[in-house]
């Protein structure tokens, strides 16, 4: 569903419709909240406010996140991906690649801009912020500065390289506050000041490698092969929470209120945060509900039954899991109703 702009400016610049324009934007689904917030700045600040935070749908989304069966699209690739990534616009998946490339595309017009570097490292992950590029690359992290000139041409020039892994740069992560953690190989996450290019912490307690890693503004969180999700505090680097898992944690991503994690067999959990950061919550009180991503019409051997990305949004989630590059669209805002027979109902 789309909103004609000129009927929602009218009401933001004609006297006081806050009223109006709440029933008008939550009449909206999730998938296209999550789109019209990128409409402009007064859109995405009345949403956030009107909307994501406000008491009374804070708790809707709770209740629905918690104990409701969301609608469900889902789109088959057909082959593997190992990455994803999402926009307001767009829902991008990576295939899985030998010859340790990264290029740059101008997705509007489907043309190769650049081809940044090309060698036989494997590049695990990658991301743009503020117009750098940052990348894994062995056992380091590149940084580039990204520029484009007046003729479209794109520029990429190396700032820095980034070290302190002694193992293989696995997953990183960024939030707003110019903080960067990174996951490796050899057991650790790093949390990086980015605008310094220098080490802040080093955590350390997982067993195995790390294989996944997502951040706030005041947790970091990773998944590792040892069956866990650790959750650390920005402010002190300490360990707030470990949670067990049954099976090898391969993503994950977060944000203040809810947490998700995805597994080597094909199972997403919704975590409560708050709950988890909170001492006095046991076991019981930390998982909402537990899913399959994989089709379980097509049946896939261990290996490749993997969650190998999951994005949310404040009412959507999106997993990328299998062998066939299953993408799942799953919007709670837009729930179906409860799940009375606790069809996805978790008990640890």
Not at 16 to 43: M, Q, Y
Not at 115 to 120: F, H, L, R, Y
Not at 151 to 178: E, R, W
Request: aromatic share 8%; proline share 3%.
């Amino acid at each position: 569903m789309s909103l004609p702009p000129n009927i929602v400016d009218f009401l933001f610049d004609n006297g006081n419709f806050d009223h109006i324009l709440k029933k008008i934007f939550r009449s909206l689904d999730g998938n296209s909240l999550a789109s019209v917030e990128a409409t402009s700045r007064r859109w995405k600040s009345f949403i956030r406010q009107h909307i994501w935070c406000d008491a009374t749908a804070k708790l809707e989304l709770d209740e629905a996140w918690s104990k409701h069966i969301p609608t469900f699209s889902v789109k088959f690739h057909r082959s593997k991906l190992v990455s994803l990534a999402c926009s307001a616009q767009y829902i991008v998946g990576g295939e899985e690649m030998s010859d340790g490339s990264i290029r740059a595309w101008d997705i509007t017009k489907g043309l190769l801009l650049k081809t940044i570097i090309k060698d036989n490292k494997e590049i695990h992950d990658l991301k743009v912020k503020s117009k750098q590029l940052f990348f894994t690359f062995g056992f380091t992290i590149m940084v580039y500065n990204l520029s484009e000139g007046p003729d479209g041409d794109l520029t990429a020039v190396v700032k820095t390289m980034l070290v302190g892994h002694k193992g293989p740069v696995l997953s990183l992560a960024i939030n707003q506050q110019q903080t960067m953690a990174s996951a490796s190989g050899d057991k650790t996450v790093i949390l990086w000041n980015i605008k310094q290019c220098k080490v802040s912490r080093t955590l350390i307690g997982h067993k195995a490698i790390v294989r996944c890693v997502a951040i706030n503004q005041d947790f970091c969180a990773s998944g590792s092969f040892d069956r866990t999700c650790r959750i650390w505090s920005l402010a002190t680097g300490s360990c707030v929470r470990e949670i067990q898992q049954e099976l090898s944690v391969r993503s994950i991503t977060m944000n203040q209120y809810r947490l998700v994690t995805g597994d080597t067999g094909g199972y997403v959990f919704i975590w409560s945060l708050p709950n988890c950061v909170d001492d006095s919550k046991g076991p019981d009180k930390l998982c909402w509900r537990a899913h399959n991503a994989i089709d379980s019409d097509r049946p896939m051997k261990e290996p490749h039954r993997a969650v190998y990305g999951v994005h949310m949004e404040n009412g959507v989630l999106i997993t990328l899991a299998g062998q066939n590059g299953r993408i799942g669209v799953q919007d709670f805002w837009d729930n179906i109703g409860p799940d009375v027979f606790k069809l996805e109902s978790y008990v640890i």
